[in-house]
């Protein structure tokens, strides 16, 4: 689809989130300004900026809003994703898989949840036990979960 059409059902898909008090799930590869600005002009409440590897003054922008980001796998490896993780605070990220995309080479499956774990945990120099006990208490606030 062109541009214009992608940004018009972006739009509206933000604004059926905020009106039906929804979290966003924004796959925004390439396009990380365009889609903080249409969730934040919207009014989104809750958000999650997939795979984050954008630009750091973009990121900080997320973070101020209170949205979050995710890691993947590829924060092993991926140097943009890597400064993402460093900079964002574990109260602002979830971990995902992103299954079944293929990380250099191998098709990941939810397990590669230990991966994206284990990499978190490297980069922030935090016990994997506090990253998954932080990043689970942020999938359940965001998710609304009754627990």
Request: proline content about 5%; glycine content about 4%; charged content about 30%.
């Amino acid at each position: 689809a062109d541009k214009e059409l992608q940004v018009k059902v972006f739009r509206r898909v933000a604004e059926f989130a905020k009106r039906n008090r929804k979290p966003l799930l924004i796959h925004s590869r390439g396009a990380w300004a365009e889609a903080f600005e249409i969730v934040e002009s919207v009014g989104v409440e809750d958000a999650v900026f997939h795979w984050y590897s954008g630009p750091e003054e973009v990121l900080e922008d997320i973070l101020n809003s209170g949205y979050y980001i995710s890691a993947t796998p590829a924060a092993q490896y991926s140097r943009y994703h890597i400064k993402a993780v460093e900079i964002a605070p574990l109260d602002r990220m979830l971990l995902e898989t992103d299954c079944p995309v293929v990380y250099r080479g191998v098709k990941s499956d939810p397990s590669f949840i230990v991966k994206t774990l284990e990499a978190v945990s490297a980069i922030k120099k935090v016990p994997s036990e506090e990253v998954a006990e932080k990043t689970t208490q942020n999938a359940i606030k965001l998710l609304k979960l009754p627990l």
